[in-house]
Antibody
Framework: QITLKESGPTLVKPTQTLTLTCTFSGFALTTTEVAVGWIRQPPGRALEWLALIYGAGEIHYSPSLQNRLIITKDTSKNQVVLTMTNVDPVDTATYYC??????????WGQGILLTVSS | DIQMTQSPSSVSASVGDRVTITCRASQDVRHWLAWYQQKPGEAPKLLIYATSMLHSGVPSRFSASGSGTDFTLTISSLQPEDFATYYCQHAAAYPYTFGQGTKLEIK
């Protein structure tokens, strides 16, 4: 059974650096076919794909955010970490991590609501 | 980036109705298209992948079709639990992108 869960701060101040952790179980992030992605959703708005990391290490970012994002994995801890620098109130959103299979996100975490405010 | 445009943005329907939602890609995404259902306060759930393949556990009243740039999701007979927001997503190339969503409301 695949499960994922996001953790991290729920309130950060503008210009700070945000670190979110996705802890997963039920699969190993060690092969080229397996990947974990991050998707966010501002309140009342649509989903936005942010980043993806494959088990073999390949990484992809949203072009609009790639200069502010870093995605890493810790295979020994079954974790994927998303770091976002210089956060702004427009980054207020629910952040989800999800297991990617064949290009699609078949298992999602419950999400974590992040508020950026001074 | 490939833009995904859904229509309508919202639709009202009754239990038992047949509903179709459309998703159009700005470029050819071949068969790399998925549909998700999201209810308030919940994470999205995968319904359909590879244009027309039902994800495990998804009821057969959901179906989908299309290719290239034009895709549809059909719910054959709406059930009370189907009232939600639906998103399409392409996986043809990076960056992946989602449609803006279609909110399915009770009439």
């Amino acid at each position: 059974q695949i499960t994922l869960k996001e953790s991290g701060p729920t309130l950060v101040k503008p210009t700070q650096t945000l670190t979110l952790t996705c802890t997963f179980s039920g699969f190993a992030l060690t092969t080229t076919e397996v990947a974990v992605g991050w998707i966010r959703q501002p309140p009342g708005r649509a989903l936005e794909w942010l980043a993806l990391i494959y088990g073999a290490g390949e990484i992809h970012y949203s072009p609009s955010l790639q200069n502010r994002l870093i995605i890493t994995k810790d295979t020994s801890k079954n974790q994927v970490v998303l770091t976002m620098t210089n956060v702004d109130p427009v980054d207020t959103a629910t952040y989800y991590c999800a297991h990617r299979h064949l290009g699609y996100f078949d298992y999602w975490g419950q999400g974590i609501l992040l508020t950026v405010s001074s | 980036d490939i833009q995904m445009t859904q229509s309508p943005s919202s639709v009202s329907a009754s239990v038992g109705d047949r509903v179709t939602i459309t998703c159009r890609a700005s470029q050819d995404v071949r068969h790399w298209l998925a549909w998700y259902q999201q209810k308030p306060g919940e994470a999205p759930k995968l319904l359909i992948y590879a244009t027309s393949m039902l994800h495990s556990g998804v009821p057969s009243r959901f179906s989908a079709s299309g290719s290239g740039t034009d895709f549809t999701l059909t719910i054959s007979s709406l059930q009370p639990e189907d009232f939600a927001t639906y998103y399409c997503q392409h996986a043809a190339a990076y960056p992946y992108t989602f449609g803006q969503g279609t909110k399915l409301e009770i009439k």
